[in-house]
């Protein structure tokens, strides 16, 4: 019962970590499964606005992690417990403005 009890606490830290890493990433999930609820009960085909919306959302789910990993390359090969959250992000902006190239 201890090595269970461990392998849960120790699930549960990773799982806080993983959030703690990809906030934003877990925002447009969490809004995704929300939406796919909200399909499923619907019975029948949803909008079109709604089926958008949950591909934006796929799609903000995508952006956050290719943000959070491009931070990661530009701290300098640093770990992840090592360094301030958010430093040297300044990348961020140009995955938001690319398509107005």
Request: charged share 15%; hydrophobic share 45%.
């Amino acid at each position: 019962m201890k090595r269970f009890s461990e392998a849960i606490l120790k699930l549960i830290q990773g799982l806080s970590k993983a959030v703690l890493r990809f906030p934003l990433t877990i925002f447009f999930l969490v809004c995704c499964t929300a939406l796919t609820c909200y399909m499923v009960s619907l019975h029948k085909t949803p909008d079109l606005i709604i089926q958008k919306l949950m591909f934006v959302c796929l799609l903000g789910s995508f952006i956050g992690v290719t943000a959070q990993f491009a931070c990661d390359n530009r701290s300098g090969g640093v770990g992840f417990a090592d360094r301030p959250p958010y430093r040297n992000c300044k990348i961020i902006p140009y995955y938001f403005f690319i398509g107005n190239i």
